[in-house]
């Protein structure tokens, strides 16, 4: 018999995909827009009142025509109030959808938060279950309570509008009986809060009049305007140079202590976490793998996937003949095997890594790893 050919999908899978994609967004629609969602749905507790936010199981899907990506697979941890979580990973492991899944951001509909749940204790204590709360409520959150700084300044700011315009749109939607005049001094004291020696003038300008640093400056204002208990920053400085990115990482981080909020901060870049986290937590095909504080993190990873990221990473003053790679390529979201799913490229690997996924086991109170070799019996 003729072997099927990896990847392919026939007429009929394709066709059953596609059913089976309809009846899913529908059923997740028709939850989101049902008009009177009891409090009790989305109203819920902490576990602890430490935290600002905490991902409990959270599972965010996109159902495409290839079958369903399974973005964010099972990912839990926690945001304590007043620190910086570092969420680290591969291009592709779901950081950016858990971020977008906080803000309730994912592409609808064929991406759904599915499962899970996300606690959010508000600045008027109430505590909100994101994956539920209605979206009347969520407007106020979003922006105000929780903002975003993201990955791509260049794409996110309107390059029709003045940066004036924008920044004023954030005070006169979210601050109560904002006024225009209040918008611009409000604007224009943001700008100079971010560093931007001329504030008057990058108020008039349009974005393409502004270099890369200047515009990531502007991008942290507007997410700093309406005072956010959490700011959420998806690769701020990826596409800056290393000055700039140092300039910028040390505002985030003296805006964060004047406004006594949270950061989680999303990179791929080891220096920057540990420069900047309190915790990290590192994912690997939509699942966290470990998580600890971040000297825990630094002087003791323990999953072998960790190790192999902090070895790629280059170290001065240490000569070598080849950076280390792991090899292999992470596995497709759509088709994830039932076993670890770093397997196929771990060094490390044993007979038991063969049965089901790891489950996580504590190495210290604040550390935990997901990995056969941690194994209580082992
Ligand atoms: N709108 C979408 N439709 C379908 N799949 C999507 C969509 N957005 C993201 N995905 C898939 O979800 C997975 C996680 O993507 P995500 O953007 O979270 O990765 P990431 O960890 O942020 O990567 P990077 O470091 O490159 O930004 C990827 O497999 C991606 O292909
Ligand atoms: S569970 Fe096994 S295959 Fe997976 S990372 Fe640990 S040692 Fe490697
Ligand atoms: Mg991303």
Same mark, same amino acid.
């Given at each position: 018999?003729?072997?099927?050919?990896?990847?392919?999908?026939? /007429?009929?899978?394709?066709?059953?995909?596609?059913?089976?994609?309809?009846?899913?967004? &529908?059923?997740?629609?028709?939850?989101?827009?049902?008009?009177?969602?009891?409090?009790?749905?989305?109203?819920?507790?902490?576990? !602890?009142?430490?935290?600002?936010?905490? /991902?409990?199981?959270?599972?965010?899907? /996109?159902?495409? !025509?290839? *079958?369903?990506?399974?973005?964010?697979?099972?990912?839990? /941890?926690?945001?304590?109030?007043?620190?910086?979580?570092?969420? @680290? *990973?591969?291009?592709?492991?779901?950081?950016?959808?858990?971020?977008?899944?906080?803000?309730?951001?994912?592409?609808?509909?064929?991406?759904?938060?599915? =499962?899970?749940?996300?606690?959010?204790?508000?600045?008027?204590?109430?505590?909100?279950?994101?994956? &539920?709360?209605?979206? =009347?409520?969520?407007?106020?959150? =979003?922006?105000?309570?929780?903002?975003?700084?993201?990955?791509?300044?260049? +794409?996110?700011?309107?390059?029709?509008?003045?940066?004036?315009?924008?920044? #004023?749109?954030?005070?006169?939607?979210?601050?109560?009986?904002?006024?225009?005049?209040?918008?611009?001094?409000?604007?224009?004291?943001?700008?100079?809060?971010?560093?931007?020696?001329?504030?008057? *003038?990058?108020?008039?300008?349009?974005?393409?009049?502004?270099?890369?640093?200047?515009?990531? &400056?502007?991008?942290?204002?507007?997410?700093?305007?309406?005072?956010?208990?959490?700011?959420?920053?998806?690769?701020?400085?990826?596409?800056?140079?290393?000055?700039?990115?140092?300039?910028?990482?040390?505002?985030?981080?003296?805006?964060?202590?004047?406004? #006594?909020?949270?950061?989680?901060?999303?990179?791929?870049?080891?220096?920057?976490?540990?420069?900047?986290? #309190?915790?990290?937590?590192?994912?690997?095909?939509?699942?966290?793998?470990?998580? *600890?504080?971040?000297?825990?993190?630094? !002087?003791?990873?323990?999953?072998?996937? +960790?190790?192999?990221?902090?070895?790629?990473?280059? @170290?001065?003053?240490?000569?070598?003949?080849?950076?280390?790679?792991?090899?292999?390529?992470?596995?497709?979201?759509?088709?994830?095997?039932?076993?670890?799913?770093? &397997?196929?490229?771990? #060094?490390?690997?044993?007979?038991?890594?063969?049965?089901?996924?790891?489950?996580?086991?504590?190495?210290?109170?604040?550390?935990? @790893?997901?990995?056969?070799?941690?194994?209580?019996?082992?």
């Amino acid at each position: 018999m003729k072997e099927k050919k990896q990847g392919y999908i026939s /007429f009929k899978e394709s066709r059953e995909i596609v059913k089976y994609n309809k009846q899913q967004i &529908r059923y997740y629609e028709k939850l989101k827009k049902r008009k009177h969602i009891p409090e009790s749905e989305y109203l819920t507790t902490m576990r !602890d009142e430490n935290n600002v936010v905490e /991902f409990e199981d959270l599972c965010t899907y /996109f159902f495409t !025509d290839t *079958g369903t990506v399974k973005a964010v697979n099972g990912v839990s /941890f926690d945001i304590p109030a007043h620190s910086t979580v570092g969420v @680290v *990973g591969e291009s592709g492991c779901g950081k950016s959808v858990t971020s977008l899944s906080l803000l309730r951001l994912v592409q609808a509909p064929q991406g759904q938060i599915v =499962s899970g749940s996300i606690r959010y204790k508000a600045k008027n204590g109430q505590c909100y279950d994101i994956a &539920r709360v209605p979206s =009347s409520i969520m407007e106020s959150i =979003s922006g105000k309570e929780i903002s975003m700084i993201f990955q791509e300044p260049m +794409t996110s700011l309107n390059p029709v509008f003045t940066i004036g315009y924008q920044l #004023d749109e954030v005070s006169l939607l979210h601050i109560e009986g904002a006024t225009k005049q209040s918008a611009r001094e409000k604007s224009i004291e943001m700008l100079e809060l971010v560093g931007i020696a001329n504030a008057e *003038g990058v108020y008039k300008s349009y974005p393409h009049e502004l270099s890369g640093g200047m515009r990531q &400056r502007v991008m942290i204002a507007m997410a700093l305007c309406c005072q956010p208990n959490l700011i959420i920053a998806d690769e701020p400085t990826t596409a800056l140079d290393v000055t700039i990115q140092a300039q910028i990482l040390d505002l985030l981080r003296e805006l964060k202590e004047k406004l #006594d909020s949270s950061i989680m901060l999303i990179t791929h870049d080891l220096g920057v976490i540990a420069e900047m986290a #309190d915790y990290v937590v590192v994912m690997y095909a939509g699942k966290v793998i470990e998580a *600890g504080n971040v000297f825990e993190i630094f !002087d003791n990873p323990c999953h072998p996937y +960790t190790i192999g990221l902090l070895k790629s990473k280059p @170290v001065i003053n240490k000569k070598v003949d080849e950076l280390y790679c792991i090899r292999g390529r992470v596995p497709s979201a759509v088709d994830l095997p039932d076993y670890c799913y770093f &397997r196929d490229r771990c #060094d490390m690997c044993k007979e038991k890594c063969a049965g089901k996924y790891p489950e996580f086991t504590y190495v210290s109170p604040t550390h935990k @790893v997901a990995c056969h070799l941690y194994d209580k019996e082992a």
